[in-house]
């Protein structure tokens, strides 16, 4: 696995069971995964030597990030290295403005959406769908990196001369509740799609997931066939974690990850199989497990760095008095807005799961 | 954690969600807890000062086996050194005559028993209660290992000159079937058990596990009282498994172990709380954690290494077809009669969680 964060970690767990061998290609050995016991190689994610010596290595090569620069990737598959999934389809994670365009010309739903390069640009597509316009940065962004909201086309001008690829624009959609559904796939195409996440989204980033979703039951089903068409068109293999807008217009397909997401952290607990053990079955090409819940409601809520800088580990022990939330730390150093772990909790209802789980991460976030 | 095996291995998974660092002493790196990712630390577990190196560098010292001679523990802690278990209550799990012997004393329901040193004893114990009888090693079995059946008192002539403690003896109780309970306990007092395992043994090993046990709700009831006492009783710190035998003369304590146990591999996906995880929680001194159910059956059955020599590694893409069948390898080599793995299976019945868990057993084992 390219890359040795938290999504790794967790995968590595799931690797013991399987009696999976995984090694991470980090560029240092302080990373969640090391940490928990998967193998270190040291490399970084853009540099095509240590891609091609990891590649060696290793029978399957996939990743916990979208790092990679697509040049690199298609160079080396190229050369005719194999990665998990292929370049062609983890593009659709690594360029929100390919991805749009794509998407689009397959006939998925997306958002209107330009690739501005001048103020000039901006302004028109302020003129046409309103302020503010949500700007990104094609590559490289997450939670909430590199999204900004812009009142004027003025605010582009200084975002815009510290990019190279243009800022892709899109209105302030008018949201029902965010979704995501992820769904994992074999090369030779076998799928299995989770139950559809509701995720809520603060300060820009994921801070919970409710499973099933609240929408209605035509949208979920909506939704769900979305996540598994697109993984189909796009030629996926591994997970596709697709996240969703849901309006009074419908859905709009957000953005994709092809790799383990925040939002099937739930699944640990509360599918038959964990979307980590899933991403493993499907890059190694074996039989995909159950996807079904194990509960009537489950929810999972982020733990994230408080402002004054202290450690949630330090409040672990009175968390763990919390009775049936399932504490997940990532080993990580704690810094103020950082993911740092979460907590799951199954339950007969979503008030019910959501009580216990917050309840444990108001605790490890020190009340704040 | 003093060794590491398969239990230590699965006290790692554990660990990491906890952000528990773990270290194993154990006599080779080549070890399952190992490869998952525990730090190892050389030594071996009868070396005084091994393990004072080992309790020097960790906050807590706790075991996954019973091999440390119960005087070497004792002079380590009249050293100032701390254990979890204590070694008073770990030497109810490491010989069993001192175990019988002194639960029996404290008013807990046991077999009849003799600890004899001649073959004149073991022609007594016959004539009282007649052939066969069960002679056990005192100290150091486990999976069948140290245990005979004797027709007659002859046979254990050469046995008992192979030992240095004597023999100890039981009759041959005529069972409804065996049941365990693990209860995990703090310092403090605090206590949690889980329900009342049936297990199945072939071979002198336990292969199967069912929970809840298929006897009458008293007998669960006593059965769950009677761990929870012997646990408070003992001085326990951890887990205390209790193996009971169900006979028409009422329960029958037969063996303790005071480690994570084989009994309790089921707790992983049938509990809300694993038993790993409440290992760490009671010798860490943290709130233990709820130990309910998470569906009405739960199921586990062992993966052995078949007698032709194979590897069920090599069919595990198979099994992995097996849906909702939860497969834990050990990443133990392949040996005929080894305990390898496990599959756990979650379902609305008994016969049901079976069928799944033994339909992957089948596949792993070769069809044996």
Not at 82 to 104: G, Y
């Given at each position: 696995m390219v890359g040795g964060g938290q999504l790794a970690r967790m995968t590595q767990q799931a690797a013991v069971d399987l009696d999976v061998g995984l090694s991470v290609l980090a560029p240092s050995p302080e990373e969640p995964a090391v940490d928990a016991g998967a193998r270190f190689v040291e490399g970084a994610a853009d540099d095509p030597e240590a891609l091609r010596r990891f590649a060696d290595q290793n029978d399957v090569v996939t990743f916990d990030h979208e790092g990679v620069?697509?040049?690199?990737?298609?160079?080396?598959?190229?050369?005719?290295?194999?990665?998990?999934?292929?370049?062609?389809?983890?593009?659709?994670?690594?360029?929100?403005?390919?991805?749009?365009?794509?998407?689009?010309?397959?006939?998925?739903?997306v958002p209107p959406n330009l690739l501005a390069g001048s103020v000039e640009q901006v302004a028109g597509f302020g003129s046409e769908h309103g302020w503010p316009v949500i700007a990104k940065a094609p590559r490289g962004g997450y939670d909430g990196r590199g999204v900004w909201e812009l009142a004027s086309a003025e605010e582009a001008a200084p975002i815009l001369e510290g990019l190279d690829g243009g800022l892709l624009l899109e209105p302030k959609l008018e949201l029902v509740r965010e979704l995501a559904v992820i769904t994992a796939r074999r090369r030779g195409g076998e799928t299995a799609t989770w139950p559809v996440v509701e995720t809520v989204q603060r300060d820009a980033m994921c801070r919970e997931l409710i499973v099933p979703a609240r929408s209605d039951p035509e949208v979920l089903e909506e939704a769900a066939a979305l996540g598994r068409s697109i993984a189909e068109a796009i030629g996926a293999v591994g997970l596709v974690a697709v996240e969703l807008f849901e309006t009074p217009d419908g859905l709009f397909v957000n953005e994709l990850a092809l790799r383990p997401h925040n939002s099937g952290h739930f699944s640990i607990e509360g599918s038959d199989t964990s979307q980590f053990e899933q991403h493993l079955r499907a890059v190694l090409d074996w039989p995909l497990g159950s996807t079904a819940p194990t509960a009537p409601a489950v929810v999972t809520v982020n733990v994230v760095g408080p402002d004054d800088g202290s450690d949630p580990r330090d409040r672990l022990e009175e968390a763990l008095g919390v009775e049936r939330a399932h504490i997940h730390l990532y080993g990580k150093e704690a810094r103020p807005g950082r993911k740092l772990g979460h907590v799951t909790a199954l339950a007969d209802t979503v008030d019910e799961a959501q009580g216990i789980a917050m309840e444990a991460v108001s605790i490890l976030e020190g009340g704040a």
């Open positions: 620069p697509p040049e690199v990737l298609a160079g080396l598959e190229e050369e005719g290295l194999r990665f998990a999934p292929p370049a062609q389809a983890k593009l659709f994670a690594q360029d929100k403005a390919v991805a749009r365009q794509r998407l689009c010309e397959k006939g998925f739903p």
